[in-house]
């Protein structure tokens, strides 16, 4: 590679960092990129599974650490996204995810009226309980989203947070605490799954991933200490959930 690709790899990671950490859909940064750089589109998949798996780890590992939630308490709601990550991840090596591209940007335009619909209600000072059978619910959605993010990853942060802020009602805080830990423990078996069946640039994956590792590092700092962070996370995932559906239609 060409001194000026490791810059730029750097700063689509950093971008795609923060992104991920505070909402979601950063991969709309770094697959393009990985695809500019002549990497097959399986190859672009897999190789963005690296920066990803360190990027959560980090994000959620520091948001965890300055709040009062209790991952051993939340593994109910990360492993049926990780079992899902491992079906979508075995689809993945296998086929091509045009056709799911269009399914997922639709679907995104329907969630994008359901924020806007629930917009004030985002900012709750507290997690609101829920009946047993609502929360059943939601690990099977949980599942399928794990299923999806196995698949494809692109979006996936965005519909956590939904999940976990419309449905399962959780506060920002500890939404965005969760959604990391889910992504790390979802993409674990998608990155074994890519690499088992070689298809990871390694080079590419470990450069991307020294930017995403910064973002996240940055953005989890600013939503845990920051006062105005959930207002502007509100604001980020709105906007990112457009620009995703417009993205994955091909509008732009």
Not at 24 to 37: A, D, E
Not at 138 to 165: A, D, E, H, K, P
Not at 197 to 225: K, R, T, Y
Request: with cysteine; net charge positive.
């Amino acid at each position: 590679m060409e001194p000026w690709h490791y810059f730029l790899a750097i700063i689509a990671g950093f971008v795609a960092g923060i992104i991920n950490t505070l909402a979601g859909s950063g991969s709309l940064f770094t697959l393009p990129f990985l695809l500019f750089m002549g990497l097959p589109a399986q190859i672009a998949n897999g190789t963005n599974r690296v920066g990803i798996l360190l990027q959560t780890l980090i994000g959620a590992s520091r948001l965890y650490r300055k709040s009062d939630n209790n991952l051993k308490h939340d593994l109910r709601y990360i492993l049926p996204c990780a079992a899902g990550s491992a079906v979508g991840a075995l689809i993945a090596v296998s086929i091509s995810e045009d056709a799911m591209r269009i399914t997922i940007g639709v679907v995104m335009l329907l969630l994008l009226l359901v924020l806007l619909s629930n917009y004030n209600s985002l900012l709750k000072e507290n997690d609101q309980p829920i009946p047993a059978h609502r929360k059943n619910i939601g690990m099977l959605l949980l599942f399928i989203i794990g299923i999806y993010g196995g698949f494809i990853q692109l979006g996936v942060g965005i519909f956590l947070l939904s999940l976990l802020l419309l449905y399962l009602q959780f506060t920002f805080k500890h939404a965005n605490a969760l959604k990391n830990s889910i992504n790390f423990f979802l993409t674990v078996p998608a990155f074994i799954i890519f690499a088992i069946n070689d298809q990871i640039n390694w080079e590419l994956g470990g450069i991307l991933a020294i930017g995403q590792m910064s973002g996240a590092w940055v953005a989890s700092g600013f939503a845990a200490e920051n006062k105005q962070a959930n207002l502007w996370i509100r604001r980020l995932l709105v906007a990112m959930t457009l620009f995703s559906a417009l993205k994955l239609l091909h509008v732009i």
